[in-house]
């Protein structure tokens, strides 16, 4: 019995593997932390040169907090200067520097440059300089300049040299082509497809059911995998607490104030009738009208719609309530659910309209939203509660009170947790980001002090003492052992009825007599089979056509079987097009090794020297 799995193509990551480049940027490295570095004198105006050109302090200090920006993004979260050093983005930084330098210094060397004209057009052309007019503006150019804290000649010498490399760029990179066997060989790698069939075993295909275990195999399991029944290393944490959850029921409810905030937010808790609506516009009151005719003469709205070119989709208003639409409101309301209207004037024109779904007018009363609102109130007033404790919690603290204190002195309640960090536990305090800050930070001997919580509760803590990792007595973890044998001895009893299934289908037996079988018949090599381990694509296309494997991972057991091998296809527009495609993508590939391994034999034909304590006196400023 054989169903179709969902299988998800999408175009292949064309990447050419980059080797040369990483030899020549490895010398450059190596280049970078000895070849000629000396430091120099006189201030923090430049970090390095290649040759004669300059790496400037500012184009250094600029380039790596935009970088660092960048990744920040990226990231989420803003990173430090620190963060930023351990991600090595500042060898990156220095890299492309080194490597603009060294093209500036070619160019220097060859008597390459732009002139003035060039980068006037260039410039006014820049959107970033543009005005409301759409064109270059003086204003707007000073301005970002400033923002930039930059001079115009500053700038203008930026992009002076930015449009010459580009010109070496293209000198030395355009013209690259892909070798026709390369992008032939690589276009029959990827465009290969497979035949697919795969039987998902689950303990049902199992012939005899697992045996409960005995207290000698649970024992022995115990002792065996040991480690998964070892408590962890925790902190023995005290503490003492204050949730607005915990005292908001105390809290006394003013049924006037009730009463207030349930007509100040009425538009929550009434809403109008609304409906879905179509509106279809014609021209003029003729056209509209012989279209009136020809609905009430039988024909059907989707057909009017379709006369006039459109879709559905086009006409839909959504939901709207009857204000929305204006004149046409009485009318399309006066509707019974699939009804039409009109023709009715519109601003657009006169238009027909339909009802497909009348969405009810709803209220809830103010009887039925009192309890909820109450729950509001009560919890806003335990914050109130709890914001003016927290500064007596904290008095009391620094006057040498202890975590035991406060629940006579301040009516804080104690208790006490194991802690362990990355592993969230039953405590209601632990599903507090701020206490588990706090709870991980916490060492021997620091002072408790009052810690407000993200929902305003307030908490302080102690460390008592550490817990050693321990083994949980057998008694104690039964269940879990009994679990994790249970989850064990069926993986094993699945791997070998699959063993058993492969066998047979390899002697000739039909794949299907053993369960469902999901098909994927034409597998790409960046194909998915739903609900498959990680480089199970992988085995497909390593293995022979009519072949047979069993597929084990954590918690799936499989067998698999290719039943066909498909090359690719070599004819026909689409063919033609991938190819092409890809031979772009090499030839772009190509070009960008050959002119980062010409950049990296610039600077290292040039000579490169690197100033660490500019540099480090830059990262010193920076955040």
Known sequence: MTKTAEEETRRPKRKVTEVAVWLLMAMLILGLGGFGVTSFSGGVTEVGRVGSAVISADAYARTFQNQVRTVSEQFGQQLSTQDALAFGLDRQVLQDLAASAAMDNEAT??????????????????????????????????????????????????????????????????????????????????????????????????????????DDELNAYHTANIALFTKPEAKRITYV?????????????????????????????????????????????????????????????????????????????????????????????????????????????PALFRV??????????????????????????????????????DDLLASGASLEDLVTDAGLTLATLDFVPGVQGDAAVEGYAAFLDAATAVAEGDFSEAIVLEDGGVVALRLDEIVPAAPIPFDEARDAVTEAWRKDALQKALVARAAEIKTAVE?????????????????????????????????????????????????????????????????????????????????????????????????????????????????????
């Open 109 to 214: 060397s060859v008597g390459l440059s732009v002139g003035d004209a060039v980068v006037a057009t260039k410039l006014i052309s820049m959107d970033a300089f543009k005005g409301v007019s759409g064109s270059f503006d003086r204003e707007v150019y000073t301005f970002q300049l400033d923002r930039l804290n930059q001079s115009s000649a500053e700038f203008e010498n930026g992009l002076r040299g930015d449009v010459t490399r580009d010109l070496l760029r293209g000198m030395i990179a355009s013209g690259i082509t892909a070798p026709d066997m390369m992008t032939g060989k690589l276009y029959d790698w990827i465009g290969e497809r497979r035949g697919v069939s795969l039987l998902r075993l689950t303990e049902a295909d199992l012939i005899q059911p697992l045996p409960a275990p005995t």
């Open 507 to 623: 002697g000739g037996a039909a794949f299907g007599s053993f369960g469902i079988i999901d098909a994927a018949p034409k597998l790409a090599r960046n194909g998915v089979i739903e609900g498959t381990p990680d480089g199970l694509v992988a085995d497909v296309f390593a293995m022979d056509e009519a072949g047979v494997k069993v597929i084990e991972a954590a918690g799936f057991v499989g067998v698999l079987r290719v039943d066909s091998i498909q090359a690719a296809t070599t004819t026909g527009e689409e063919a033609e097009a991938e190819r092409a495609y890809l031979a772009s993508e090499l030839a772009r590939a190509i070009s960008t090794d050959v002119f980062a391994a010409y950049t990296a034999a610039l600077t290292l034909e040039a000579g490169i020297t690197i100033d660490q304590s500019a540099i480090n006196a830059i990262h010193a400023s920076l955040p």
């Open 241 to 349: 607490s204050l949730l607005p959850d915990a005292i908001a029921k105390d809290q006394p409810v003013d049924e006037t104030l009730l009463r207030e905030v349930y007509d100040d937010r009425i538009d929550e808790f009434v809403s109008p009738e609304r409906r879905v609506v179509e509106r279809l516009v014609y021209p003029d009151q003729a056209a509209a009208d012989a279209a009136r005719s020809k609905l009430d003469g039988g024909a059907a709205f989707e057909e009017l719609v379709a006369d006039r070119g459109l879709t559905l989709d086009a006409i839909d208003l959504g939901d709207v309530a009857k204000d929305d639409l204006g004149a046409a409101g009485d009318a399309v309301f006066a509707l019974a659910e699939g009804g039409v209207a009109g023709p009715v004037a519109t601003d657009l024109g």
């Open 356 to 393: 497909p779904v009348i969405i009810a007018a709803e209220e809830t009363t103010f009887d039925a939203a009192r309890d909820a609102l109450a729950l509001e109130l009560q919890f806003e007033a335990a914050q109130k509660v709890i914001a003016d404790s927290v500064e007596t919690v």
